[in-house]
């Protein structure tokens, strides 16, 4: 064991950085929380109802626009070559501009559109964090190809505390919630010049070399499609309720969507750092060996994010109902919804970045594109027929029809593991059904409110 922490082999490498991701994703969570109880008490359950919709407008730039740097920097054979990460830099800077240009220009649409007059100020304010992101040195994303986060880790939780404070005072002040639209972007002001003070490395330059230039657009044009199905995966439920239900309501889903999707989002935290490496380097077509230990790794992985996820499931409407007031009552019995049709897209978390690791951005997209058009259609037809719970019960179902898609995808890495697949599926039926049993008198009550 004191070798697999402390050597330098993939393994040992993979041990220390899932360790230190799950630190970093867990006491982030906690810091959101904190805030977020604060917040609740501070401000109204419609500050959280606009703040989701804020999110969901930047998020949705953020990712139809993604050409995909990131994942670029840790697969590509010059992924530690200056010239291409000096390129791979100023093109997210660029990028940056034009989302902040694209939430100013937005701001006024998206008001109308929602009826909700806050966005007009509040979009291009969270925007500008947009723009400082852009500037994020490529120090972060090298540390990342290498599996060594511990810095990176600390620096973003650094910034999450000072970020929450200032928040947390202007909120005091202002009785606003203008104040979290400031706060996010003074926190990703904080994070950006902790990133150039606490990473070693070299500082980034302006450059533009052709053919990094073209390697970035070659991965990047799949990325590019696939994180646009990507926001409809993850951001769609949001972007389509908040047309549909009033602010408040659309709050309290809000906490019940943070809550229920902590699991998820720790395990896409992983996901996303940890497997093209691990791909990367050992992949399943070159040994059997590496096979197996992917199988282990994705066993391990896969247990312990699903476990959180169900006791999520079971504790659900006792955590709301101790965390918030009465206002947000109504959230505990809807967690138990999310948690049981979430549990899909955690079971087939590790298998997508096969083939990015490989390069094969493509089949990524057509995936992800399968699973967006799935969800959507299915979200939008049960919001119409069932309510809350058929479009809620989409985003299982979507990840449940689009999983032939994904074999087709991973089959040709050995990244198939059905064994896995079945166990936990059958165990997630057996757990989050109950759940939706125990608690259906809960559940019935709290979809009135929407």
Request: charged content about 10%.
């Amino acid at each position: 064991m004191k070798l697999a922490l402390h050597g330098h082999s993939l393994m040992a490498r993979v041990v220390r950085s899932t360790s230190w991701i799950v630190l970093g994703f867990g006491a982030a969570q906690m810091l959101r929380l904190a805030s977020n109880l604060l917040l609740t008490r501070i401000l109204f359950p419609e500050a959280f109802g606009l703040m989701a919709l804020v999110t969901v407008i930047t998020i949705g730039l953020s990712l139809f626009s993604d050409m995909g740097v990131s994942n670029a920097i840790a697969q590509n054979p010059r992924g530690d070559d200056p010239d291409f990460l000096d390129t791979a830099w100023t093109v997210q800077i660029l990028r940056g501009g034009l989302l902040w240009v694209l939430t100013g220009a937005l701001a006024i649409p998206a008001a109308l559109f929602y009826a909700a007059p806050e966005l007009a100020y509040c979009l291009p304010i969270a925007g500008a964090g947009l723009a400082l992101q852009g500037f994020t040195p490529t120090k972060v994303e090298t540390a990342y190809r290498h599996l060594l986060v511990g810095r990176v880790t600390a620096l973003t939780l650094i910034s999450q505390i000072l970020g929450i404070a200032f928040m947390v005072g202007l909120a005091l002040w202002t009785q606003s919630v203008i104040a979290l639209a400031i706060g996010s972007a003074f926190q990703e002001a904080v994070r950006l010049l902790l990133s150039y003070w606490m990473l070693p490395g070299r500082r980034n330059r302006f450059r533009w070399e052709p053919s990094a230039t073209k390697d970035l657009i070659g991965l990047g044009k799949w990325i590019f499609l696939s994180t646009a199905c990507f926001f409809l995966t993850t951001q769609g439920d949001r972007a389509i309720l908040g047309k549909y239900i009033s602010l408040e309501a659309m709050g309290v889903y809000n906490i019940a969507f943070f809550l229920a999707s902590f699991p998820v989002q720790l395990g896409q935290a992983v996901n996303q750092r940890l497997m093209i490496p691990v791909y990367r380097d050992k992949p399943a077509i070159d040994n059997p060996a590496n096979r197996l230990r992917q199988r282990q790794l994705r066993f391990a992985l896969t247990a312990g994010i699903l476990s959180m996820l169900w006791l999520m499931a079971w504790v659900g409407p006792w955590l709301a109902d101790v965390m918030y007031d009465d206002r947000y009552k109504a959230a505990g019995p809807i967690i138990v919804l999310l948690a049981a049709s979430l549990a899909p897209s955690i079971i087939v978390l590790t298998y997508d970045r096969a083939s990015l690791a490989a390069g094969d951005s493509r089949g990524f997209f057509f995936y992800t594109a399968t699973r967006a058009s799935l969800q959507t259609a299915l979200f939008l037809w049960g919001m119409s027929q069932y309510g809350l719970v058929g479009g809620i019960a989409a985003m299982g179902v979507s990840v449940i029809l689009a999983y032939p898609t994904l074999m087709r995808q991973t089959r040709p890495y050995h990244a198939q593991d059905p064994l896995h697949d079945v166990i936990y599926s059958a165990a997630s039926v057996l757990i989050c059904g109950g759940a939706v049993i125990y608690h259906s008198a809960e559940i019935t009550t709290a979809l009135t409110h929407f």
